[in-house]
């Protein structure tokens, strides 16, 4: 019997979300300049086939793993000091770098695929604001 995502095309991804709670501020930038507060939700996604004898894409207490790793460096932590010199932006040093939604979900992508193979990463800021980091060229499941 054939079925498989490899014999279809199909993949599949899989999510897994975090919460944790961070204080930060982004200097410069009106409303946000002093410290405050968000909820944070973070969603995890690999995509990619099944494994044929698995039948699983990742095994979601890998990507589990992966976030205990890095959950004590960010919960209950003032994001521009836990992350400083931590983040990644091209165009500034990386200790000037502001941990805005968008840097943090680069930041934690790049962790997760020390682990797993996460094809994505999407960081919600309270309710309604999210960033996706995603690896180029794949397609973010919705
Ligand atoms: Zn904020």
Redesign the pocket.
């Known amino acids: 019997m054939t079925g498989f995502a490899g014999h279809t095309g199909i993949e599949v991804t899989v999510t897994k979300r975090f919460k944790f709670s961070a204080a ?3 200097p410069g930038v009106e409303n ?1 300049e002093r410290v ?1 507060g ?1 909820t944070f939700y973070v969603e995890v996604g690999v995509t990619g086939e099944p494994d044929p004898v698995s039948g699983m894409v990742v095994d979601f207490e890998d990507i589990r793993s992966a976030w205990q790793h890095v959950e004590p460096l960010l919960d209950h932590q003032d994001l521009n000091e836990a992350l400083g010199g931590r983040l990644w932006w091209e165009t500034r040093e990386s200790a000037d770098a502001p941990p805005t ?1 968008e840097l943090v979900a680069v930041y934690l992508l790049r962790h997760f695929r020390a682990f797993v193979p996460a094809t994505h990463v999407r960081l919600w ?1 309270g309710d309604n604001n999210s960033a996706i980091a995603k690896v180029a060229g794949r397609e973010l499941a919705v």
């Open positions: 930060h501020h982004l946000c405050h968000h939604t800021e």
